[in-house]
């Protein structure tokens, strides 16, 4: 579009085009991939257990659909709070997150299934507190990181005091118990930390510290225990604890390059428990076969480079809260991701997590597309203090 002159007597009126502040498209193009990919994988994957146990071959897959809207609604919602409110937020959902994690395991408050307490039942809905608690204490330790910089980067206590925290919440998520929602968020609170500025050395040091420590808890307890061994050699006995992920890399290895094609997995018919939920990139690779699985891979891999992309935006535009924000949610997904394709793939032990975007869950999708939305969001006040600095400019030409 261009201006043309108009005149008006002695003077030429010369229309100008504000610049209008934009979400950020490649952010916005991933997702709609991402989710719209684990629409139609969730109707492949459980159309069997959904006819068997509701009549309905794509009960699930309705069920995702309607998810998905109020995903949208909500990724909406978090695209319109200025980051501000957040900033200043995140403290109260902080001790809101740790106030939820301990009233879960309350007797007779968290509901239980398979083994694990992890959810608040509400009657129409279950509510899985891991899910907004990792997202709400990566905002808060975003905003400790531009309160405490100077803190962090020079003194031990201003790295430690908010690793106490992540602690405290890991370990009630491993009373749940929910190892795999407490790696997620001890690893993206490093990363955070590490971003941040904190010195190596100290870094190296609780890296190690951890490490020990949930090596500890994972053989202090039988059930966590019989995970790991039946990760070092799930055929050692494919017919009881080695089951899941012996049927997981069939599933993986009978796709080859291609796949069997989509709706075309023999895995899902009932040889493979939690296809639609936990295992979904088992059930992905046997019907896309090793390229599809390239390329899946290769979204996420965006989708990070994309996000640290707009966090190192944020950074040039001196907005270091939105930059921490967005190497978080870039972190907590990405980790994610990569720890749901280890486990399909028996390079990690079997852990309860969801491919974010893609598997079954109506907790995981809502969490995660809110996350998408304020990405978006520090995407859109980079792009708004650029739109105000060029209106100050033309101002202060035409006067």
Request: glycine share 10%.
């Amino acid at each position: 579009m261009t201006s043309q002159a108009i005149r008006t007597g002695n003077q030429i009126a010369r229309p100008t085009l504000e610049l209008a502040p934009e979400y950020d498209r490649v952010i916005v193009l991933l997702y709609l991939t991402l989710i719209c990919l684990g629409l139609v994988m969730v109707a492949s994957a459980s159309i069997g257990i959904a006819d068997q146990q509701n009549h309905d071959p794509f009960y699930y897959a309705k069920r995702q659909f309607l998810r998905i809207l109020l995903s949208f609604a909500l990724m909406w919602f978090a695209c319109k709070i200025p980051l501000e409110f957040w900033k200043k937020s995140g403290m109260l959902l902080m001790l809101g997150s740790i106030l939820l994690l301990a009233l879960v395991l309350l007797p007779g408050v968290g509901h239980t299934v398979n083994g694990s307490t992890r959810w608040l039942n509400f009657g129409l809905f279950t509510f899985q507190v891991s899910e907004v608690a990792k997202l709400f204490l990566v905002i808060y330790l975003s905003g400790y990181l531009i309160r405490r910089s100077n803190e962090v980067q020079t003194n031990t206590m201003g790295f430690i005091k908010p690793m106490l925290i992540l602690a405290m919440a890991s370990g009630l998520l491993l009373m749940e118990p929910d190892f795999g929602a407490a790696a997620v968020l001890l690893m993206t609170g490093l990363g955070l930390m590490f971003l941040g500025g904190v010195r190596f050395g100290q870094f190296i040091l609780f890296v190690a510290g951890t490490l020990g420590i949930m090596g500890l808890l994972a053989v202090s307890s039988p059930y966590r225990l019989a995970r790991i061994t039946s990760f070092i050699d799930p055929w050692a006995d494919p017919f009881n604890s080695g089951f899941q992920l012996t049927q997981s890399l069939i599933a993986i290895g009978s796709g080859g390059w291609f796949g069997s094609g989509l709706g075309g997995s023999i895995q899902k018919l009932f040889y493979l428990p939690e296809a639609h939920t936990d295992f979904m990139f088992a059930i992905f690779a046997e019907e896309m076969g090793f390229v599809g699985q390239v390329g899946l891979i290769s979204l996420f891999a965006l989708f990070a480079w994309r996000c640290f992309g707009i966090a190192k935006l944020a950074l040039q535009k001196q907005q270091a809260f939105g930059a921490y924000l967005a190497y978080g949610v870039g972190l907590l997904i990405t980790l994610q991701a990569v720890i749901n394709i280890g486990v399909n793939m028996g390079a990690l032990p079997t852990k309860g997590l969801t491919l974010p975007f893609i598997s079954y869950g109506g907790n995981s999708i809502l969490s995660m597309s809110f996350a998408v939305g304020l990405v978006l969001r520090v995407y859109y006040e980079c792009q708004s203090g650029d739109s105000a600095r060029v209106a100050r400019k033309r101002a202060a030409v035409r006067a």
